[in-house]
């Protein structure tokens, strides 16, 4: 179970911000929110993360709400290449672990248009 | 190498036979993890490690499904009786420390099918 919700698919033309949502309204106090990308036959990657705070990096801003309980993937110039789909995760630690596992929704799928 | 290292990177099998994907992580990573995608789903978590333990195995398939991590770096995972439902792209992922304020990188994967 993800636990987050994302839209299946956004669109956006190319050179034009794109903001992705995702709601994760059971998050609890000590929850991350990841973002990673998969573009096209390709394993995914890491876009960012964060945890209370807005976040900036080169790829991408990340804008958590102030209940914590949704979030705002912001990419700020959108190119072809930016095509692919995006996974909001809550990282969770499971019983008896230390480390957070990353557990994979279904994602947005961004299609860009020239 | 740099990165995630994933082999083989293709792999067709007949069915009922075992095969072992191999993952060799980012040199000093502690956590590792193991992933399958099959044609047009997203990634379906199946276990991940802190160093050569398993402490979440429930994403696991079947008791077909088993995997190790020795010396804290190479993992392998090995399917047996193979059947054609088995059939994906397997990936792994490996991140620097323990606790979730880091970020993991994933291999290129292994493209299993089984005839």
């Known amino acids: 179970d993800a636990k987050t919700t994302q839209p299946n698919s956004m669109e956006s033309n190319e050179e034009e911000p794109v903001h992705l949502p995702c709601n994760h309204s059971?998050?609890?106090?000590?929850?991350?929110i990841h973002w990673y990308r998969q573009l096209p036959s390709q394993g995914p990657e890491y876009v960012i993360h964060?945890?209370?705070s807005n976040v900036n990096n080169r790829m991408a801003s990340l804008a958590i709400a102030e209940d914590r309980k949704s979030s705002t993937l912001i990419l700020h110039r959108a190119t072809l290449r930016d095509a692919a789909v995006y996974y909001c995760?809550?990282?969770?630690?499971?019983?008896?672990?230390?480390?957070?596992?990353?557990?994979f929704g279904k994602g947005t799928k961004l299609s860009v248009k020239p | 190498g740099a990165g995630v290292s994933q082999s083989p990177s293709n792999k067709v099998t007949e069915k009922g036979k075992d095969v072992e994907l191999r993952c060799d992580p980012i040199?000093?990573?502690?956590?590792l993890y193991w992933y399958r995608q099959s044609l047009g789903q997203g990634l379906e978590f199946l276990i991940y490690f802190q160093g050569n333990s398993a402490p979440d195995k429930s994403g696991l398939p079947s008791d077909r499904f088993s995997a190790e991590r020795t010396g804290g770096s190479v993992s392998t995972l090995t399917i047996q009786r193979t059947q054609q439902e088995d059939s994906a792209v397997y990936l792994c992922?490996?991140?620097?420390?323990?606790?979730?304020?880091?970020?993991?990188?994933f291999g290129q994967g292994t493209r299993l099918t089984v005839v």
């Open positions: 964060g945890l209370t």
């Open positions: 992922a490996s991140s620097s420390q323990f606790g979730m304020n880091t970020e993991a990188f």
């Open positions: 995760i809550r990282t969770t630690i499971p019983y008896g672990g230390s480390q957070g596992n990353l557990i």
């Open positions: 040199s000093g990573h502690t956590a």
């Open positions: 059971t998050i609890s106090g000590t929850d991350y």
